[in-house]
């Protein structure tokens, strides 16, 4: 069995130290109450320096886990935070982040629908056209944006400004995503027919028949 070793890297520093730390604070390791091992002890234990050290229980002071009471010690204050969505997101791996994605486009299909108007359709397709022509022409980085700001653009769409701006955070992290998975633009151009009827249905305000093709392209990504 490979037991991965609690050394970090020196690539990862601070922000590695803070989310190995919070996660055994919410698994219960460390408890409401704990004190936290000293800066020598945590130094020693992730091979990084003070500073490094010093920063990750910044971060976790301002996230509300701990509580730094000097000539005292650290102590943990909390197991859960209030942590911004957006620092969340950061965080988060690519299965939950698609998990999301689904939950939130098929309801998005369906009020964007209903809601769009003039100026929404004008990006929609705008940013459609983009997708196919960087897609054709193998532009990947430029055709992951293009296929982004689609989906926001539908999303903008429903009018709705909590949900366009949850599906903006997600989409974004999304898109930095398919950097990692996609090697060329194939898998775009063979979806651009579903995203082309997509936008079509929206347009023609016909949302039985853009959450349907919704769930197609959901299902053929």
Do not use: W
């Amino acid at each position: 069995m490979f037991i991965m070793s609690t050394i970090i890297q020196k690539k990862s520093l601070a922000d590695e130290v803070a989310e190995r730390l919070r996660k055994q604070i919410t698994s219960g390791k460390y408890k409401t109450g704990d004190k936290l091992p000293t800066e020598p002890q945590l130094m020693e234990k992730y091979g990084v320096g003070r500073s490094s050290i010093r920063e990750a229980i910044k971060i976790l002071s301002n996230l509300g886990f701990l509580n730094v009471q000097q000539g005292v010690g650290t102590f943990v204050i909390s197991q859960t935070a209030n942590e911004p969505i957006s620092q969340r997101l950061k965080r988060a791996d690519m299965h939950e982040l698609d998990e999301v994605r689904h939950i939130l486009e098929i309801k998005i299909a369906e009020k964007a629908a209903l809601r769009r108007n003039e100026e929404d359709i004008v990006k929609i397709r705008k940013y459609l056209s983009e997708r196919a022509r960087t897609a054709r022409e193998g532009l990947l980085e430029e055709c992951i944006e293009a296929d982004v700001n689609f989906h926001i653009s539908i999303a903008e769409a429903t009018h709705n400004e909590i949900l366009a701006d949850l599906y903006r955070s997600v989409a974004t992290h999304i898109g930095k995503g398919f950097k990692h998975i996609y090697s060329d633009t194939d898998n775009f151009v063979k979806s651009q027919g579903l995203h082309e009827r997509l936008g079509k249905y929206i347009i023609a305000q016909d949302a039985p028949r853009a959450l349907n093709m919704v769930l197609n392209i959901l299902n053929h990504d």
